[in-house]
């Protein structure tokens, strides 16, 4: 079965820096879709951003970007010029492409703290 | 459209009781999902439901029933509630089993005593 590694408990940012989170996972399958979701205290899980595994070019939404290096499957989220709102539980997940597979595996998360 | 709405928000059962969490959007997705938290272990799933009348098993099943009568509601029941299953419970829902995106519910938080 896959399975998602998010190796960073906690990691904290000074605002408007840049900040990176790391996310390793582990499967045999060639086509598969990642995602980073934020969980901000209301514990709504909000999808940050999403990478389809066929697709060489990284990911971009506004200041969140990911590097996906599918040989070594590892799948980080980068959040640029951070804001006092970005702070927040960040969960790395994956889910195979598969027509028939419905599993989606999540990573235990990461909290991230903002420093004003 | 209000989304994907979760009730209670939060609740409290002596071992043994039963009780039903409800799941409900308003988005016409045909697949819905049941994931619980727990702390160091992210999110895994319960039960899913590819639309109404079908449902399915997750990666913990059990000691959980779903049932889906409707396109917009789907209800995860607990028979014989178990302090293991104190936890925070998501639902979640997309168009359909292939899409990508899931948009999940604000989440019920479920105490076992």
């Known amino acids: 079965a896959q399975t998602v590694t998010q190796s960073q408990p906690e990691m904290s940012v000074q605002e408007a820096e840049t900040v990176t989170l790391s996310c390793t996972y582990d499967?045999?399958?060639?086509?598969?879709?990642l995602f980073w979701y934020k969980q901000p205290p209301s514990r709504q899980m909000i999808l940050v951003i999403r990478q389809e595994a066929y697709k060489q070019q990284n990911a971009t939404e506004n200041r969140f970007s990911v590097n996906f290096q599918k040989a070594a499957k590892s799948f980080s989220l980068k959040i640029s010029d951070s804001q006092l709102g970005d702070a927040a539980m960040y969960f790395c997940a994956y889910r195979s492409a598969g027509h028939n597979n419905n599993d989606m595996r999540f990573g235990a998360g990461t909290r991230l703290t903002v420093k004003p | 459209n209000a989304g994907v709405t979760q009730t209670p928000k939060f609740q409290v059962l002596k071992t043994g009781q039963s009780m039903t969490l409800q799941c409900a959007q308003d988005m016409n997705h045909e697949y819905m999902s049941w994931y619980r938290q727990d702390p160091g272990m992210g999110l895994r799933l319960i039960h899913y439901s590819v639309g109404a009348g079908i449902t399915d098993q997750g990666e913990v099943p059990n000691g959980y029933n779903v049932s889906r009568s409707t396109t917009e509601d789907f209800p995860l029941r607990l028979l014989s509630a178990a302090p293991s299953q104190t936890s925070v419970y998501f639902c979640?829902?997309?168009?359909?089993?292939?899409?990508?995106?899931?948009?999940f519910g604000p989440g019920t938080r479920l105490l076992v005593l």
């Open positions: 499967t045999s399958e060639s086509d598969y879709y």
């Open positions: 979640a829902s997309k168009p359909g089993l292939v899409d990508k995106t899931q948009y």
